[in-house]
């Protein structure tokens, strides 16, 4: 039998994660099976997937090497499967540093939308800017996002709010997903607010987004799921649904921004129309969760929100796992609420935050967060035929990455078997 030939050769991990197992989501208890393997190594083949898995000494006899073959010794440090990060708006113009410091004052962030400021802000300032300027800022965003360890990206519209401007996004998120060496995965978050000129009739804004905006928006490549904002001051649950029921003829798999600041019955929608992931979630009880569950929705928790907002009300998380709902763990890195691209700093956050074990939260934010934007055959774990994502840490085990709460223990990125950063630092 022949040997594989491996481009890129991963050697002498300390720990290995490689969350090989079962290809469905993790819950309950296997929320926290990691696969862990001592002294391991990963050959990556010359099309950038996993070729070989295991001990160091049998990937050695298992493939072949040739000269052209990088051989990256991990010296006694641990090795993930790159993060996933599951939902972020990383498409915008502007900041909200002012509203920061509203906040900081005690300013409500529901107050400061309803007076025309936070989205509707960054809504202004991002129907200003260009194509290429939107995408030279998202380009960025995306830099410091793949230093930080996240191979894998998904970005929503939401900021435009117009056909134009929202079609002009989600071009900027397929600009992304061609040009970039991460995997980007578009949402299209038409009903992100209601816009200022239809204020006073918000259903003539859905019927927009039912009958303009989601026909168009599914024509564009690499747009494939369907989100609203379920919240006071934002969508009802009647609204929502009608959108998600539009998205679906349009083949955009539904998504649903839920109980995040008050318990609407988001949660309970999202069951009904099978939506992928419901986000958020401060605000669910045991009924919605068993919902979920039954509906097999993943709960996408974004702690990083809840804590720059100084939220008191967390997302029950370790409820959830032990009631039988995959948790999954992402940055929601936008201007107002969450600036945050760093998928390490989340880990910590649920850790000290939610109470979940390192493995737990490692699991949520790769090969969950991969499922919850229908990646999880191809991405989010270290196997044989997925995607060589790998990350290196400066660290012998996952679970310094909480312990060491903010610290840059990422070392080195590969995507698709490319190295992309090295100590720390893209390569040119």
């Known amino acids: 039998m022949r040997r594989p030939s491996a481009q890129l050769l991963v050697i002498h991990a300390a720990e290995l994660a490689t969350l090989a197992g079962p290809p469905r989501p993790r819950a309950g208890k296997e929320q926290s099976d990691l696969g862990v393997i001592v002294d391991g190594a990963v050959a990556i083949g010359p099309d950038g997937r996993i070729v070989a898995v295991g001990r160091t000494a049998e990937v050695l006899q298992e493939v072949s090497l040739t000269p052209e073959t990088a051989i990256l010794d991990a010296q006694g440090r641990a090795v993930i499967p790159g993060f996933v990060d599951p939902h972020t708006h990383a498409v915008f113009a502007g900041d909200r540093v002012a509203e920061f410091e509203q906040r900081l004052q005690g300013a409500d962030y529901l107050a400061i939308l309803a007076a025309g400021g936070g989205i509707l802000q960054t809504v202004q300032e991002t129907r200003a800017a260009t194509l290429e300027e939107l995408f030279a800022q998202a380009n960025r965003s995306l830099d410091r996002m793949l230093v930080a360890g996240t191979t894998t990206v998904e970005i929503k519209s939401g900021y435009g709010l117009s056909t134009e401007a929202e079609l002009k996004q989600l071009q900027v998120i397929a600009k992304l997903a061609a040009e970039r060496s991460q995997t980007v995965v578009g949402t299209v978050l038409a009903a992100h607010a209601v816009p200022p000129e239809f204020r006073d009739r918000p259903d003539d804004y859905v019927e927009l987004v039912c009958t303009e905006i989601l026909p168009q928006a599914s024509q564009i490549t690499s747009i494939r799921f369907c989100d609203v904002f379920c919240e006071v001051g934002a969508f009802t649950v009647d609204q929502a649904r009608q959108i998600l029921t539009a998205g679906k003829t349009y083949g955009l798999r539904p998504k649903l921004h839920a109980e995040q600041k008050h318990r609407l019955g988001g949660a309970a929608l999202a069951a009904e129309v099978q939506a992928v992931s419901a986000d958020h979630l401060e605000y669910v009880d045991d009924e919605d969760i068993d919902k979920l569950r039954t509906a097999g929705v993943i709960a996408v928790l974004l702690p990083g929100a809840a804590f720059v907002l100084r939220e008191r009300r967390h997302a029950p998380a370790s409820r959830m796992i032990e009631r039988g709902v995959p948790v999954a763990l992402g940055t929601d890195f936008n201007p107002g609420t969450s600036p945050i691209w760093s998928m390490p700093l989340i880990l910590g956050l649920a850790c000290l935050l939610y109470g979940l074990t390192p493995g737990e939260a490692l699991v949520a934010a790769t ?62």
């Open 367 to 428: 090969l969950n967060a991969a499922y919850a934007i229908g990646l999880g055959e191809t991405h989010g774990s270290i196997e044989p035929g997925k995607w060589g994502d790998l990350v290196i840490l400066d660290a012998p085990s996952h679970r310094y990455i909480p312990y060491y709460f903010g610290s840059p223990l990422v070392d080195t990125v590969i995507v698709k078997g490319r190295v992309m950063v090295q100590k720390g630092q893209l390569c040119q």
